[in-house]
């Protein structure tokens, strides 16, 4: 990891701006700690802190008419995204996903702070691939018997951060980018000959399909957002905030997925692709989006990290943004590199021409 943020300093670009970047992601961070309070008249708070309190609505005080006690997110719910439990197959589904993740989520951060290429390193790697088998199929199940089939009285007494048509939209974009990337993480090969995806193969064309399917359900997810958003007040509810919030922070689906189907498209038509450089991106955002997911019940969460009734929403996008830059910033040029060689890549490392899968001779 060490030699990553080296890799950055050396760059010219990237150093001129990498000490603002940082105190940028340290303020946003102390942003995240300040005490919760509504109280604006005659405060003898900073403007700072003043300004911050406009956005101050969360999962537990939605409205000026709407708020709930604390025993809606300690009674009777899941351990960590503080949701209603309900019938027997739900409450399975759940706790497993959480049985599975925690492993899941503890060696991505391993392969990504460890030294990449090394045996260690895809031994790691090809139980990620199984592991990832269990969390995604996993999450997909939750989140179909989630938005699709719960009773709504379930949530009367305790609120969710989506409703559920939202969650159908939104969280459903989540998933397929996220399998998008996945796949394209675990299933193309890396440098092991014998495991290398040819183009044009199966695998290419399952995931090709994939990345345009997972685009239109971006696109569906941004027109609903769109769609309520003209419908609300301004700084209303914390329906009118939730909207602008998933607004930012799904911004990168549509990026991470238009940049995926740019590279295999390429790949189709040269019949070229750097296998390396296209799992290092994906294998990123692979892990920017299983983070994702757990900065966004974290941020959202007024039972294990924050007092109650939670974070405003300028400080929830501190905690989920902040982390994430981290994530990217040391990748981010590297992957824009593999991006815009794709269409004049001529070569796969050391392999002759003939030693490329689908190679064009």
Known sequence: MPEVFIAIRSCSFLNAWYDKIMMLCLALLAVAWIKP????????????????????????????????????????????????????????????????????????????????????????GLVLKWLALCVVGGGWMLQIRHSWFSDPKVFEKHPVLFSLPFARSF???????????????????????????????????????AVLASLAVDVNAYVYIIQHLVKLPAWSSYGWEMLWEMTVI???????????????????????????????????????????????????????????????????????????????????LRIFKHVAAAPSYQEYNALSPREVPGRKN
Not at 44 to 55: F, H, K, S, T
Not at 76 to 97: E, K, W
Not at 171 to 184: C, I, K, M, R
């Open 250 to 332: 799904g911004s990168v689906f549509p990026l991470y997925d238009g940049l995926n189907a740019f590279v295999l498209l390429t790949w189709w038509h040269t019949g070229n692709l750097n296998y390396v450089e296209h799992h290092v991106m994906n294998a990123v955002w692979t892990m920017s989006k299983t983070c994702a997911a757990v900065l966004l019940f974290s941020a959202h969460d007024a039972h294990w990290f924050w007092p109650h009734p939670g974070l405003g929403l300028f400080q929830r996008w501190a905690v989920q943004l902040v982390p994430q830059l981290l994530i990217l910033l040391p990748y981010l």
């Open 171 to 209: 969280v459903s974009a989540f998933g397929t980018s996220t399998v998008v990337s996945a796949l394209s993480c675990y299933l193309l090969g890396v440098k092991d000959k014998s495991r290398l995806a040819p183009a044009k193969g199966t695998r290419h064309l399952i995931i090709l399909a």
């Open 37 to 124: 309070e509504r109280d604006l008249v005659c405060s003898p708070e900073p403007l700072v802190y003043r300004v911050l309190q406009i956005a101050m609505w969360s999962r537990y005080n939605e409205s000026s008419s709407q708020s709930w006690p604390v025993s809606a997110h300690e009674e009777g719910v899941t351990p960590f995204s503080r949701y209603p439990l309900q019938d027997t197959f739900y409450n399975t589904l759940a706790y497993s996903h959480i049985v599975f993740a925690v492993p899941y989520l503890s060696l991505i951060l391993w392969q990504f702070l460890a030294t990449k290429g090394t045996p260690d390193h895809v031994q790691r």
